[in-house]
């Protein structure tokens, strides 16, 4: 069965330094991989997204994810990281078969900056 | 503007009631999504629609019921089968079709006491 794994439940960065969320997943096929960002009681937002093609993805505010096949891995990078960047980050799969577009979710990274 | 919208924000209910929320959108996107929302737990799929009047369980659907009778529509009504209502509830869109990117509305907060 498909999933999405997030290791870190929640992590801590200090202003300005760079930032990398773990993400995993299961399935057989190339996979459709998104990265979503949640402030508190808010929709998601997409921050990027994988298809096919450059392993490396840019996506906006500065983010950036790598998909590496070998380790079933697209894990979410940040050089700099400010304050406006705490909030919560999902790591997402798009389902194969009769669901299409559907996605399954890991359960998420809090993240927290400090000054 | 375009979007998705989600109503109301916040709703309180007594145990035993039924619920609907609402979810409309004006992207003409062709796939429509229910997700639920737990701390700790990411977002489930509870009910999907890829086409007008027709619908398919997600992973967590019982105690749910939907109807997608026009494109931009897709409300969930929250039954009192729902043994545990309270939740953050996601309606999401998107184009047909494998792999498109999925849209989010602003949620709503349902609490039932």
């Not at chain 1, 999933?3 to 200090?14: K, L």
């Not at chain 1, 402030?39 to 505010?61: A, E, H, N, R």
């Not at chain 2, 062709?30 to 009047?53: E, H």
């Amino acid at each position: 069965a498909q999933s999405v794994t997030q290791p870190d439940i929640h992590i801590t960065v200090s202003e300005g330094a760079s930032l990398e969320l773990r993400c995993n997943y299961s399935y057989g096929a190339t996979p459709y991989l998104f990265w979503y960002v949640q402030s508190p009681g808010q929709g998601l937002q997409l921050l990027l997204k994988y298809f096919s093609g450059d392993t490396l993805v840019q996506g906006i505010k500065g983010f950036e994810a790598e998909f590496k096949r070998s380790q079933s891995s697209f894990n979410l990078r940040k050089p700099s990281v400010h304050w406006s960047d705490a909030a919560e980050y999902f790591c997402a799969v798009a389902r194969g078969g009769q669901a299409g577009t559907a996605l399954i979710f890991g359960k998420g990274t809090t993240l927290s900056v400090s000054s | 503007d375009g979007g998705i919208t989600q109503s109301p924000k916040y709703l309180f209910r007594k145990e035993g009631q039924n619920v609907t929320l609402s979810c409309e959108q004006n992207l003409n996107h062709d796939a429509m999504y229910w997700y639920r929302q737990d701390p700790g737990q990411g977002l489930r799929l509870i009910y999907y629609s890829q086409i007008v009047n027709d619908f398919q369980k997600g992973d967590i659907a019982e105690g749910y019921s939907v109807s997608r009778e026009k494109k931009e529509s897709f409300p969930l009504t929250v039954t009192s089968a729902q043994k545990n209502p309270t939740a953050f509830y996601l309606c999401a869109s998107a184009r047909g079709g494998s792999g498109n990117t999925i849209y989010f509305g602003e949620g709503s907060w349902l609490t039932v006491v």
